[in-house]
């Protein structure tokens, strides 16, 4: 059996030499490797048994024992004969930063097909695992974790390149709302659209993503609720500047006209678009679907949005006592760590319960099912559209949460196309309207009838 995912003709069980030599040869991988150690890693008998005693000694002697201790503690000789093999390779094949990489892609995968073997063995014995997705979840998220905190004295640059010069902020192609959030959607974090049904979550990630795609960065869009060609439909409306009616009765030779001039404005862009049914998907789907992209198709997202999380269930076997308040809130946090582990934005949202359902004005208390969920956020917008902005075609816009201490508006009101799927800025004169429609000028009470006063009141 071949480890092909480093395109390489070696074997697993060269490769488990491989790791027994790091472990010697270079102290940076035994830092991270011995204290998590573990013989299952290994299928070899002999490569077994030298791991087993590396961890006794360890465990006895707080480290791991030197080359010649190696082989005392061998008594068979065909262990010590390939141990021995081991430390053969030279040095210069382990000491390098690529080799903890693939040594931890290789254990999370050995730790996967156990979990795999143990499920298919329990299924031809007829009996129950009720473990296997917990088992599953640990193995797929192993890691050497290898960080021991920022020194706050000794970092300057870190805080310096990672804030002021290097900060990955993407914007959502809608200034006022950007502005908002110091400019966009930042990395290693969750926004969350909060709106009621039917006003536009779906239209505004369509918008969203748009306008990525247009900035050349790579989205990934999962929908849970609308189909991949529906999403599709809707995106294409925006960037070929169409209405539904205008796309759904165009020639193939005047759609390949339009789409080809869409394209060639996205060029260096990419949008990939994954459906899931409702209820059947959880974050460790998601992330194993991430890494799946990568190695198959070298897509990496720079942005990630999910329509929406309310349509998930958290990893592992939910009890029969969870509600959707504990489901949702795991689902947010476990969606926002696999947002913090590959450091891209999460746009995804919510929806409002009944007491939210019409209203001109919603927050925090309106979330339907789960306020926990919206603890795990760093920024929610607020969407709503009162009958006298929808004839106008606007949104309000109210951003209830937000951590990112932006001294600013927190209500504004945007255009929205619906045809053509699509969030945009309003002018000056067009904010004025709006402003006007939402708080219209106070009534002067009318006092032409008499401005005397009847000194018969006082009677």
């Known amino acids: 059996c071949s480890f092909s995912i480093f395109n390489s003709t070696m074997t697993d069980r060269e490769f488990e030499q491989i790791i027994i030599k790091a472990i010697y040869a270079n102290p940076s991988i035994a830092s991270k490797v011995i204290p998590v150690l573990n ?4 299928f070899d008998p002999d490569h077994k048994y030298i791991a087993r005693a590396i961890m006794k000694y360890r465990g006895d002697y707080g480290e791991r024992p030197n080359a010649i201790e190696m082989k005392m503690l061998l008594t068979d000789p065909r262990s010590v004969a390939e141990f021995e ?5 030279p040095d210069e094949q382990v000491t390098t930063d690529f080799t903890i990489n693939v040594i931890e892609e290789f254990v999370r995968r050995r730790l996967v097909k156990i979990v795999t073997d143990g499920a298919q063995e329990y299924a031809r014995t007829g009996l129950k695992n009720t473990s296997f997705a917990d088992d599953m979840a640990t193995a797929e998220s192993f890691s050497f974790d290898t960080n021991l905190g ?18 990955k902020i993407y914007p959502m192609g809608v200034k006022t ?5 110091g400019g966009g959607l930042h990395e290693d974090s969750m ?14 990630f369509c918008s969203v993503a748009a306008s990525l795609l247009l900035m050349n960065k790579r989205v990934l869009y999962i929908t849970m609720e609308d189909s991949e060609l529906k999403i599709y439909q809707r995106i294409a409306q925006n960037l070929m500047d169409l209405t539904q009616t205008e796309l759904k009765t165009m020639t193939k030779e005047a759609f390949m006209k339009r789409f080809n001039m869409m394209k060639q404005r996205c060029m260096n862009g990419k949008l990939m678009i994954r459906h899931y049914p409702e209820f059947s998907t959880n974050p460790m789907m998601i992330n194993a679907y991430i890494k799946e992209l990568k190695e198959k198709n070298k897509f990496v997202p720079e942005v990630v949005i999910v329509d929406y999380i309310g349509c998930m269930v958290p990893n592992g076997k939910p009890g029969k006592d969870m509600n959707d308040n504990t489901r949702l809130m795991l689902v947010a946090m476990q969606m926002r760590a696999i947002a913090t582990t590959y450091h891209f934005p999460l746009l995804t949202g919510a929806q409002v319960n009944r007491g939210g359902y019409g209203s001109a004005e919603i927050g925090l208390d309106d979330v339907a099912s789960s306020f926990d969920q919206v603890t795990k956020a760093d ?3 607020a969407i709503t559209q009162p009958p006298e902005l929808k004839a106008g075609g606007m949104y309000k816009v109210a951003l209830v949460k937000t951590r990112y201490g932006i001294n600013g508006p927190t209500v504004t009101t945007i255009g929205v196309d619906i045809e053509k799927q699509r969030l945009q800025d309003l002018s000056y004169s067009e904010q004025t309207t709006a402003h006007d429609i939402m708080e219209p000028a106070a009534e002067i009470p009318d006092t032409s009838a008499t401005n005397e006063v009847d000194f018969n009141d006082f009677t």
Request: aromatic content about 14%; glycine content about 4%; some cysteine.
């Open 191 to 204: 926004t969350i659209f909060l709106a009621p049904t039917n006003v536009g979550k779906t239209l505004s």
């Open 39 to 42: 013989d299952t890693w290994f």
């Open 85 to 89: 093999t081991c430390m053969a390779i």
């Open 150 to 167: 920022i020194d706050f004295l000794e970092n300057p640059n870190f805080l310096y390149e990672g804030i002021v010069a290097n900060e």
């Open 177 to 181: 709302m950007d502005d908002m959030i």
């Open 379 to 381: 920024a929610i917008f």
